[in-house]
């Protein structure tokens, strides 16, 4: 390469990454303001001006920002912007100066995290003047090297750490995690404190043990006999009669399958909420639990109840389960057993109590519906959609949930 053409290569270099760093100071400069502003429409009341409960569920549906996303902008602009007590005394900033250097679109989201969390656990009367030699690193450090000297500053100032609260109770570490892959297959892992383990031990040990039967000698794996005790110990808890109602129901796992499809073993049926399952593995099941025919009301459960009942029968909750999938809000993924039946047309004002005044929706959006712009209506084709508030879209074009699983026959 010429002298020429490394200079006009490292010219270009320098110029694309001026140019990077002009737009990620507007970027960041922009967040700044958005914060800043979330933290006044909190202060004037969000409920009051948009009808959500949080600024993070306005900024969620304003503008298509995840849940995590959203509720994370506001605790940063909370601590970089001052707000106001319930009784109007003001609360002034944890990191005043941090949040002006923000707005100029100087500092990067982690590197205001790490001055804002060093900041929450230095003493107040040295906390400016940690913010200062925070900031002054900052410019010319990573927010990983800012995260050392703000250790080493919190070593010095509170070097015993935060004082332990020994009134709260010790809770037991249980945690539970299950994932259902796009295979189909779900993933359960989690850990738990020392008596929960050793009873789930037992549970599984005593189911787990070898069958012996005329078919010859049981060759599992131990980890297959353990996964087959987990299934055994799930059907266990569902039969228990002390199981907790779960919709006005027992917890239950609904299997929806065309007729055609149960009578010859063929197709796709939908297992609960996301799954699927072989029609011909729904004859088995179907051996050994009550059907509930896709036909709803086959079995003399009316599903017009007119004026009759305010309250939704056990069989027009299926219906509503089998329609909807789950909660009908656009984007929610809560499924049916998390929702509630809704009268679109209230029935104290003469709504009927039918498939075609109703709506399944989780209590979020439930709530959400009654004190906002959404409106809800059913379709031509019957299904739900919904109208976004002005605020939202200013033509108001309806929106419907696509996140579900459809069924696998026609409605």
């Not at 995840?66 to 990191?95: F, Q, Y």
Request: net charge neutral; with cysteine; proline share 7%.
């Amino acid at each position: 390469m010429t002298s020429n053409a490394a200079h006009a290569s490292s010219s270009d270099a320098v110029a694309f990454a001026d140019r990077i760093g002009e737009l990620l100071a507007c970027m960041r400069s922009a967040e700044a303001e958005l914060g800043a502003l979330l933290v006044e429409i909190e202060q004037r009341g969000v409920m009051e001006l948009f009808g959500y409960r949080s600024a993070a569920r306005l900024l969620e549906h304003l503008g298509d920002v995840p849940k995590p996303a959203a509720e994370r902008l506001v605790r940063r602009a909370r601590s970089l912007n001052p707000g106001r007590n319930l009784d109007g005394t003001p609360i002034p900033a944890l990191a005043p100066a941090t949040g002006a250097a923000a707005r100029t679109g100087r500092l990067s989201n982690p590197m205001i995290d790490v001055i804002t969390g060093v900041l929450a656990e230095v003493p107040c009367e040295h906390r400016d003047s940690a913010e200062a030699n925070l900031l002054t690193f900052a410019a010319e450090a990573g927010h990983k090297q800012v995260a050392a000297l703000g250790a080493r500053i919190l070593a010095h100032l509170v070097p015993d750490g935060a004082e332990p609260d020994d009134t709260e109770p010790v809770i037991p570490p249980r945690e539970l995690f299950l994932r259902r892959k796009r295979s189909g297959v779900w993933e359960l892992n989690g850990r738990f404190d020392d008596e929960t383990g050793t009873r789930a031990s037992a549970l599984l040990d005593a189911l787990a043990e070898r069958r012996t039967s005329d078919d010859g000698p049981d060759h599992r794996t131990l980890p297959q006999r353990y996964g087959d005790a987990f299934s055994d110990a799930l059907n266990l808890a569902l039969n228990s009669p002390d199981l907790p109602m779960q919709a006005g129901e027992r917890a239950h796992v609904m299997v929806a399958v065309s007729l055609q499809d149960l009578k010859t073993g063929v197709g796709q049926a939908t297992l609960g909420d996301t799954g699927q399952m072989t029609a011909a593995e729904a004859r088995v099941h179907a051996c050994d639990a009550m059907i509930i025919p896709a036909v709803l009301g086959d079995k003399s459960e009316p599903l017009n109840l007119g004026r009759l009942r305010r309250l939704i029968s056990a069989g027009l909750r299926r219906a509503l389960f089998l329609r909807d999938r789950g909660c009908a809000f656009p984007g929610c993924h809560r499924p049916p057993r998390h929702c509630q039946g809704h009268h679109i047309q209230h029935w104290a004002d003469g709504g009927p109590t039918d498939l075609t005044n109703l709506v399944l929706m989780c209590a979020h959006h439930h709530r959400l519906l009654h004190r906002s712009g959404w409106e809800v209506r059913i379709a031509a084709d019957g299904l739900p959609e919904f109208l976004p508030p002005v605020f939202i879209d200013r033509r108001r074009k309806p929106r419907r949930n696509n996140l579900h699983e459809p069924l696998p026959f026609a409605a």
